[in-house]
T-cell receptor, first 112, second 111 residues
């Protein structure tokens, strides 16, 4: 069964450093998303991406964040200058038609 | 203003019984509704989607939607210890891309 994959599973970084989180969505899906979940809190939407552009973003997704689909398979989330409060699980998701969204296993980001 | 509300639990149910999980949402233009299961330290796993009023059954799971009451529920029949997890209710607003999640209900099935 096709699934979303994410790398790395755990990323530790120093405050102020840049990180890139990588995702490979399900191959025939057209809609891609990033969500995050701070420990003990709700899953929160960050951004959606369709047809090679951002289609929607939340207030969390400020200028420090960017997304890219550098080739036909990868979908990345970059955080330019990490803050302590960016520590969270980051989930990539994909959808064929924009409704049912399937999540990857997540990347645990720890900012020290 | 909370958009999707769930009782955080914990909800304890004996093995073999029916577990009933509830969710209310505030936005009337919500059009699609989903239940995800999340094991501790893992990612959300889609288990049910429902789009129209009424019941939708899939194996031991039944989702129920009442748009007039802005209420969606999940029933798990013949509960198993492996059903012990946090169940997340998620709503997709009409014309929007983002899922809005509730806090989740932690379910424990007691053998």
């Amino acid at each position: 069964e096709p699934e979303v994959t994410q790398t790395p599973s755990h990323q530790v970084t120093q405050m102020g450093q840049e990180v890139i989180l990588r995702c490979v969505p399900i191959s025939n899906h057209l809609y891609f998303y990033w969500y995050r979940q701070i420990l003990g809190q709700k899953v929160e939407f960050l951004v959606s991406f369709y047809n090679n552009e951002i289609s929607e973003k939340s207030e969390i997704f400020d200028d420090q964040f960017s997304v890219e689909r550098p080739d036909g398979s990868n979908f990345t989330l970059k955080i330019r200058s990490t803050k302590l409060e960016d520590s969270a699980m980051y989930f990539c998701a994909s959808s064929a038609g924009g409704d049912e969204q399937f999540f990857g296993p997540g990347t645990r980001l720890t900012v020290l | 203003q909370k958009e999707v509300e769930q009782n955080s639990g914990p909800l304890s149910v004996p093995e073999g019984a029916i577990a009933s999980l509830n969710c209310t949402y505030s936005d009337r233009v919500s059009q699609s509704f989903f239940w995800y299961r999340q094991y501790s330290g893992k990612s959300p796993e889609l288990i049910m989607s429902i789009y129209s009023n009424g019941d939708k059954e899939d194996g031991r799971f039944t989702a129920q939607l009442n748009k007039a009451s802005q209420y969606v529920s999940l029933l798990i029949r013949d509960s198993q210890p492996s059903d012990s997890a946090t169940y997340l209710c998620a709503v997709l607003l009409q014309g929007a891309q983002k899922l809005v999640f509730g806090q989740g209900t932690r379910l424990t099935i007691n053998p």
